[in-house]
């Protein structure tokens, strides 16, 4: 998975092999481990640049998720501001591991924005709501 994420990343038409991978992938945050609360994914993941957010569908066991090269945040800002962050960089994806040929990647159009932050709800959101989790339901 993480060779064809990279790839994506960095907009090839094709997988890295294992000997030219150009990124190393950290687990910063768990939500069944950690809890899928916002002020948990805040403290773990607001100030990091190029997270990957990856949630497995229980009864297909496909893999959605979303890639946010900027921060989930700007200095000097609460978290509980809303406001957007640009970015031509983001984009959400389905993975099929039995599958990858049928994994799907959806890049933003018209330059949209990563929205970081939104006051009173538990959310984390790619490309303007294209992919979105409330209290541990996504929606995309």
Request: hydrophobic share 35%; with cysteine.
């Amino acid at each position: 998975m993480k060779y064809l994420i990279s790839g994506w990343i960095d907009l090839k038409k094709y997988f890295y092999k294992e000997d030219e991978l150009p990124y190393e992938f950290q687990l910063i945050n768990q939500g069944t481990k950690d809890g899928f609360s916002r002020s948990i994914f805040e403290q773990k993941c607001y100030n990091i640049e190029q997270t990957l957010v990856v949630m497995k569908i229980k009864e297909t066991e496909e893999l959605v998720g979303g890639y946010n090269p900027v921060c989930w945040s700007e200095k000097g800002k609460s978290p509980n501001d809303t406001y957007c962050i640009k970015t031509d960089k983001s984009f959400i994806f389905k993975i099929d591991e039995k599958q990858l040929d049928n994994s799907i990647q959806s890049n933003l159009r018209f330059n949209e924005s990563i929205v970081p932050t939104q006051k009173f709800v538990e959310t984390r959101k790619f490309a303007e709501a294209n992919l979105v989790m409330i209290n541990k339901k996504f929606f995309y």
